[in-house]
C-alpha cells in the first residue's frame, strides 16, 4: 500500500535545518583512475585536490564537480588505514553523504542529544579562504553524514584542498543536482533505520513501499523513503524480503559486506539529451524490454516527449498525481554489483516511479542471474 503524505516547510521550527546535499565522498581502490572515468564519461569537472603535493600524506582526494553535483574520490597511500580497511571490505562506495548547513555546531549536539552516534565532534578547519566547521554523525552500515558549515568559506572546496587546472576537456551532460540516495539495509534493520531518521534528524516518513508493490516471480524488496522538512534531502531505505529466490538487496549486501548506499539519483532537465550522450560515452543501463512500452499512453497519458526517442534509449516513464517522471538505471558502477546510479527527470511527479518497479526489477534480476547471482 503506498501512502504519500506532503510534508509541510518547517524549517523556522526545524531542529536540523539542512540546506542539501554538500558532497559524496567515496573510498575508491584507485581515485586517480575514477576521477578520469568521472569526467570523460560523465562529465564532470575536476575542480579540486589534496594528496601529497598539497601535503597530505596519507590519501589522495579528487573533488569533482557538474552544476550542484559534487563528487569527492579518496583514496589511501598506506596499507592499514580507515581507507584501505574500508576499501577492501566494501569494495568501491559512499562513505560520507555530507550534508550543507548553517550551523555544523548545533547539527552535532541536537542530532546527538536525540541519539546520533557521533564520527567526529564539530572541528573548525581554516585556510587563506576562509573557514568551515565539520562535524559527522553515523548512519547505516560504515556511512556516514557529515554536516558541512561553509558559509565563510569561498576556496575551490574545504580547507586543505588547492585548484586544479583541468587536464581534460570535459563536456558536461546536463547533471543538476542529487535528487535522492537510497541505502540497503539488513533484513529487519529498515523500521529501525526509519526511526532513526525520525528521532535523530526530524525526518518524516513519506512514502512506503511494501513487498506487494516491490515483487517479482522471484525476489522482493520493501522500501520508505524518509525526507527533510524542506524535502531538500530525500532517503529512501530499502530492505530484502522473502521471495522464492535472491532478493537483488541480499545480492547488494553480500557483496557490500553490509548495509550501504544502493543508488544516487540525479536530476537532469533533459533527460534524452543526458542519457544519449551518457551512452554514446560507454555508460550501460538496465535494459527493458520494448514490450514496456505497449501501454505507455494508457499507463501516463500525454507526455512531451518523443515516445519513441525514450523506446530508443530505454528511458522509464511513470506518473503519479503531481505529474510524471522520466527515469533510468545505471548498471553497477564497480566491478562488485553494488553501487549504480539513477537519472532522473521530473515533470512535476514527487514519488519514485513506483509504476517501474516490476519491470526494473525483472531488469536487474537479469543481471544478477548473468552474474550467478539470482
Ligand atoms: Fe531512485
Not at 579518496?74 to 568501491?92: F, M, V
Not at 547505516?140 to 583541468?166: C, M, Q, S, W
Not at 535494459?287 to 512500452?293: G, I, L, R, S
Not at 503531481?322 to 538505471?329: A, E, K, N, S
Request: net charge negative; proline share 4%; aromatic share 12%.
Amino acid at each position: 500500500m503506498e501512502t504519500l503524505e506532503k510534508t509541510e516547510t518547517i524549517t523556522s521550527q526545524d531542529f536540523l535545518p539542512l540546506n542539501g546535499t554538500d558532497h559524496i565522498e567515496f573510498y575508491v581502490g584507485n581515485a586517480k583512475q575514477s576521477a578520469y572515468y568521472y569526467q570523460t564519461a560523465w562529465g564532470y569537472k575536476l575542480v579540486a585536490y589534496s594528496g601529497p603535493e598539497t601535503g597530505v600524506r596519507d590519501r589522495a582526494s579528487y573533488v569533482l564537480q557538474q552544476n550542484k553535483v559534487r563528487l569527492v574520490l579518496t583514496t589511501s597511500l598506506q596499507p592499514d588505514s580507515e581507507i584501505t580497511k574500508h576499501h577492501a571490505k566494501h569494495g568501491d562506495g559512499v562513505k560520507f553523504l555530507s550534508i550543507w548547513v548553517d550551523d555544523a555546531t548545533k547539527s552535532f549536539e541536537e542530532t546527538v542529544k536525540r541519539g546520533a552516534k557521533p564520527y567526529m565532534a564539530p572541528t573548525r578547519f581554516e585556510d587563506e579562504h576562509g573557514w568551515v566547521v565539520i562535524s559527522a554523525i553515523h548512519t547505516y552500515g560504515d556511512t556516514i553524514h557529515k554536516f558541512v558549515e561553509r558559509n565563510h568559506y569561498n576556496g575551490p572546496f574545504l580547507p586543505g584542498f588547492k585548484a586544479v587546472p583541468n587536464a581534460i576537456d570535459v563536456v558536461p551532460v546536463g547533471l543538476k543536482y542529487v535528487d535522492h540516495c537510497v541505502g540497503n539495509v539488513e533484513l529487519g534493520a529498515m523500521n529501525q533505520w526509519v526511526k532513526y531518521y525520525e528521532d535523530v534528524m526530524g525526518f518524516k516518513l513519506l512514502i512506503t513501499f511494501d513487498d506487494e508493490d516491490i515483487s517479482t516471480e522471484y525476489s522482493a524488496l520493501m522500501s520508505k523513503v524518509v525526507s527533510n522538512g524542506n524535502g531538500y534531502i530525500k532517503f529512501p531505505i530499502n530492505e530484502p524480503a522473502e521471495g522464492r529466490k535472491k532478493s537483488q538487496i541480499e545480492e547488494y549486501l553480500d557483496f557490500y559486506q553490509g548495509a550501504g548506499v544502493q543508488h544516487i539519483a540525479i536530476e537532469t532537465d533533459d533527460i534524452i539529451a543526458t542519457v544519449g550522450e551518457l551512452r554514446r560515452r560507454g555508460i550501460e543501463f538496465l535494459y527493458v524490454p520494448e514490450t514496456y512500452y505497449d501501454d505507455i499512453p494508457q499507463r501516463v497519458g500525454q507526455i512531451d516527449e518523443d515516445l519513441e526517442a525514450l523506446k530508443k534509449l530505454n528511458i522509464l516513464i511513470d506518473r503519479d498525481e503531481d505529474g510524471y517522471l522520466l527515469q533510468i538505471f545505471t548498471k553497477p558502477v564497480e566491478d562488485r554489483p553494488t553501487l549504480f546510479y539513477e537519472i532522473i527527470q521530473r515533470r512535476g511527479a514527487k514519488s519514485f516511479g513506483k509504476g517501474n518497479f516490476k519491470a526494473l526489477f525483472e531488469s536487474i534480476e537479469r543481471e544478477q542471474e548473468l552474474r550467478g547471482n539470482l
